[in-house]
C-alpha cells in the first residue's frame, strides 16, 4: 500500500502562486510514476502534471506549473504560478503500482490517490 498526503493549497488572487507537496509513504519507489490530477465542480477529473521518466503537463499548465520530485523527502511537488480564474479544483496526488505506464495522462494509470487539496483563485 502507498499512502499519499497533499498539502500546500490555498486562496490566492489571479496572478498568484502555490506550490502544493503531495508525501508519499509505504510501498513506493523513487521510479514510480506519480502525478497530479484536479477535479473542479462538475467537471471530470483531468489530467495536470507527471513525473515518470520525463515530465508531463496538459496544455492548459504548460509554462505556468512545473513538477518536481525530492526522492530523499518521498515527496512530489507542483510549483503553480500566474494562476488564473480556470485554475481551481481540487488536486489530487496520484501514484502508479510500478515504473512502466503508457501515457501518464489517463487517471487510470495510477493505483493510489491522496484525499486533495482545495485551490481558489480569486480574480
Known amino acids: 500500500q502507498v499512502q499519499l498526503v497533499e498539502s500546500g493549497g490555498g486562496s490566492v488572487q489571479a496572478g498568484g502562486s502555490l506550490r502544493l507537496s503531495c508525501a508519499a509513504s509505504?510501498?513506493?519507489?523513487?521510479?514510480?510514476?506519480m502525478g497530479w490530477f484536479r477535479q473542479a465542480p462538475g467537471k471530470e477529473r483531468e489530467f495536470v502534471a507527471a513525473?515518470?521518466?520525463?515530465?508531463y503537463y496538459a496544455d492548459s499548465v504548460k509554462g505556468r506549473f512545473t513538477i518536481s520530485r525530492d526522492n530523499a523527502k518521498n515527496t512530489v511537488y507542483l510549483q503553480m504560478n500566474n494562476l488564473k480564474p480556470e485554475d481551481p479544483a481540487l488536486y489530487y496526488c496520484?501514484?502508479?503500482?510500478?515504473?512502466?505506464?503508457?501515457?501518464?495522462?489517463?487517471?487510470?494509470?495510477?493505483?493510489?490517490w491522496g484525499q486533495g487539496t482545495q485551490v481558489t483563485v480569486s480574480s
Open positions: 509505504g510501498r513506493t519507489s523513487s521510479r514510480y510514476l
Open positions: 513525473w515518470g521518466w520525463t515530465t
Open positions: 496520484a501514484a502508479a503500482s510500478g515504473s512502466f505506464y503508457i501515457t501518464a495522462l489517463s487517471a487510470s494509470e495510477y493505483r493510489y
